[in-house]
Every structure is written in structure tokens, then in C-alpha cells.
Antibody
Framework: EVQLLESGGGLVQPGGSLRLSCAAS????????MSWVRQPPGRGLEWVSA????????SNADSAKGRFTISRDNSKNTLYLQMNSLRGEDTAVYYC??????????????WGLGTTVTVSS | DIEMTQSPSTLSASVGDRVSITCRAT??????LAWYQQKPGKAPNLLIY???SLESGVPSRFSGSGSGTEFTLTISSLQPDDFATYYC?????????FGGGTKVEIK
């Protein structure tokens, strides 16, 4: 069974950092692009960042550029999101999602349960 | 950035009703559109990709249509399990963007 399990969320002060992890199982992790998508409380979905499975190329939403870094360790079947300079508007549930192809993440065909990030003093 | 607008934002319907949700893009996205269903406290679930391709395991009462800038998700006969929020997402160009969501409520 294909599964994604996020971890690393929590309460952090504005300006702080967090690293989210997403452990994948049940599929050949290195063969698929992966992405992070977030959902602020009571609001809709927002794509954050994506990484290809082939060459590790990345793309980011403007809200993430310069502050968030997506990466992957194919030997550990794990996706990461390093988040720095956190702001209140980064408060959200963060989901990792598997793409349907190896190159670009187009849409998510499998999603994790999510991990909650709260940025507050 | 391509903005996606869904309508209505809330839809009240009864079991057995045929319901349609519209998603409009601010510029042409071809047929590069996906639809998701999300229930409270749960992750999104992929229903349809490339406008009209049904994801494996998704009931055939769900269908999608459209092209360019206007798209529709239709549920042919609403079932109790279908009361949820639905999102469209374009993947024609980066940044990938989602619609604001349509909540389907029990009438």
C-alpha cells in the first residue's frame, strides 16, 4: 500500500525554523516527483514546493522562495521541507503529495495525513 | 500566475441530485486540470486528472469536462459519502494553483 507520513510540525516563534519530513512507502520513491501543499486553518489548498524524482530539480511558490527548501533522500525514501524565517501566515497543515510522474509534479495522486505548523509568539 | 475561480462556493443538495461545480481559469490551461475531494480533517483525494480522466477507484458518478478556461465537475447522483469540499487545480504552468473550493452540503 502506498503511504506517506509527515512529521516535524509544531509550534514555532515568528522568525524561527522547522524541518518537515515525509516518509514514503509502498512505491519506488525515486521514480516520482513529490510536492508540499499547505492549507491554512479554514482555508483552501496552496501549492508550496515540488521536486522531481529524476534530477532533483525544484520549483517553489513565491511565498516559499528564499525561505523554504525542498529536498529528498531517495536512499531513505524521505522528502523534506526546510522552512526558515517563518511568519504567521505560514501557519497551516502541510501535506506531502506524490506526483504521477518522475519529472514534474503536476497533481497529487497520493497524499499524506498532514502535519500542523503553527507560527506564533 | 493563473487564478482559478470556483462556483458556487457552497452548494446545498439532496441525495440523488445531479450537481455540477464550475472552475474558471484566468487564461487558457488546455485540459491540464485536476479535481480533488476533501472531507473535514482529512487529506485531499484525487478524483479526476487531465479534465476528464477518472482516477482509479473513483466511482463513475463523478465526471469532468471542459477545456481552455472553463471546466465542470459533475456528480450524476449525489451519495451520502459525497458531501465534502471539492477543489480544482491547474497544472498548465507554474505556480500550480488551486480554486478556492466548493462545499457540497446536505439540503
Amino acid at each position: 500500500e502506498v503511504q506517506l507520513l509527515e512529521s516535524g510540525g509544531g509550534l514555532v516563534q515568528p522568525g524561527g525554523s522547522l524541518r518537515l519530513s515525509c516518509a514514503a512507502s509502498g512505491f519506488t520513491f525515486s521514480s516520482y516527483a513529490m510536492s508540499w501543499v499547505r492549507q491554512p486553518p479554514g482555508r483552501g489548498l496552496e501549492w508550496v514546493s515540488a521536486i522531481s524524482g529524476s534530477d532533483g530539480s525544484t520549483s517553489n511558490a513565491d511565498s516559499a522562495k528564499g525561505r523554504f527548501t525542498i529536498s529528498r533522500d531517495n536512499s531513505k525514501n524521505t522528502l523534506y521541507l526546510q522552512m526558515n524565517s517563518l511568519r504567521g501566515e505560514d501557519t497551516a497543515v502541510y501535506y506531502c503529495a506524490k506526483g504521477a510522474s518522475i519529472s514534474g509534479w503536476l497533481y497529487g495522486d497520493v497524499w499524506g495525513l498532514g502535519t500542523t505548523v503553527t507560527v506564533s509568539s | 500566475d493563473i487564478e482559478m475561480t470556483q462556483s458556487p462556493s457552497t452548494l446545498s443538495a439532496s441525495v440523488g441530485d445531479r450537481v455540477s461545480i464550475t472552475c474558471r481559469a484566468t487564461q487558457s490551461i488546455g485540459r491540464w486540470l485536476a479535481w480533488y475531494q476533501q472531507k473535514p480533517g482529512k487529506a485531499p483525494n484525487l478524483l479526476i486528472y487531465k479534465t476528464s480522466s477518472l482516477e482509479s477507484g473513483v466511482p463513475s458518478r463523478f465526471s469532468g469536462s471542459g477545456s481552455g478556461t472553463e471546466f465542470t465537475l459533475t456528480i450524476s447522483s449525489l451519495q451520502p459519502d459525497d458531501f465534502a469540499t471539492y477543489y480544482c487545480q491547474q497544472y498548465n504552468s507554474s505556480p500550480l494553483t488551486f480554486g478556492g473550493g466548493t462545499k457540497v452540503e446536505i439540503k
